[in-house]
């Protein structure tokens, strides 16, 4: 069970020992990227755990659910892990190329990290309202690589991102205050057992427009996709890269994982 928390802990270690050591490009390039080869190892192990012994459950602090932080991987989940450790690996190797000194000296690499931290909490939770924390934790931390180095382009496109996902998650939100509030728990395998027996048509309704558009916009679905060739254009390269292969996969991720689970029948 403990390489369930492992994509979590492995890239918030990373952070942090790049936070610790001296500010000196080349040796936080190596532990950026050790951190990353390390992250793609502990996914594999996953993957290859869920494929041998089926779904893996790991309830944080020996709290039972719902009440505890609950950490489920299933094929898909795991394999969507694995994609996380090689997009990471792809991202932190380009830093050998070049980095712009300033975005490196304003702590370009920790929050790759950070960001790694928040795509592999989304697809390991277990929990609605903890899919909503990973989100922001990658929303913070995407916001933050967007406008590194501050050029009017750059500040302007990160304005953007992040007040019409602030949007997006202010409805994910109520979608969850909803949901919680007609069901009592927001644990995803306690929501599939409840079933639509406890809801009624006219509450799926309002769930359902909420969260399609909240995360239409995360994913950057058509039409809901406007805030997306605003804003990727302006970071580098490897930032580009990261944001397309990760951010967006989680927007869809949500999208299948939850309408799934809330509405089977439909």
Do not use: C
Not at 232 to 261: D, N, S, W
């Amino acid at each position: 069970m403990r390489a369930l928390v492992l994509p979590i802990l492995v890239p918030l270690s990373t952070a942090v020992i790049l936070l610790l050591v001296p500010a000196r490009p080349l040796l936080q390039r190596w532990i950026a990227l050790t951190g990353s080869i390390v992250l793609l190892l502990v996914a594999v192990l996953l993957f290859r755990r869920v494929e041998t012994d089926g779904i893996q459950v790991l309830q944080v602090s020996g709290w039972s659910a719902p009440f505890g932080i609950t950490l489920v991987a299933d094929l898909l989940a795991a394999m969507l892990v694995v994609a996380v450790g090689v997009v990471a690996v792809a991202v932190t190797a380009a830093a050998f190329a070049g980095v712009d000194p300033k975005r490196e000296a304003f702590g370009y690499h920790p929050l790759i990290q950070i960001l790694l931290v928040g795509v592999s909490g989304a697809f390991l939770t277990g929990d609605l309202f903890n899919l909503y924390v990973w989100f922001e934790v990658m929303l913070v931390a995407s916001f933050v690589l967007m406008a590194l180095h501050r050029t009017s382009a750059q500040v302007e496109a990160a304005f953007k991102y992040v007040t019409i996902n602030l949007i997006a998650s202010s409805l994910f939100l109520t979608a969850l205050g909803l949901l919680y509030g007609v069901t009592g728990t927001l644990n995803m395998a306690e929501l599939a057992r409840l079933g639509p027996a406890i809801r009624t048509p006219g509450v799926d309704l309002v769930l359902a427009v909420l969260l399609v558009i909240a995360f239409s916009i995360k994913a950057g679905l058509f039409p809901l996709f406007f805030w997306l060739p605003a804003s990727y254009h302006t970071p580098p390269a490897a930032v580009g890269a990261a944001f397309a292969g990760l951010l967006t996969k989680v927007g869809v991720y949500a999208l299948l994982r939850i309408f799934t689970l809330l509405f089977q029948s439909a």
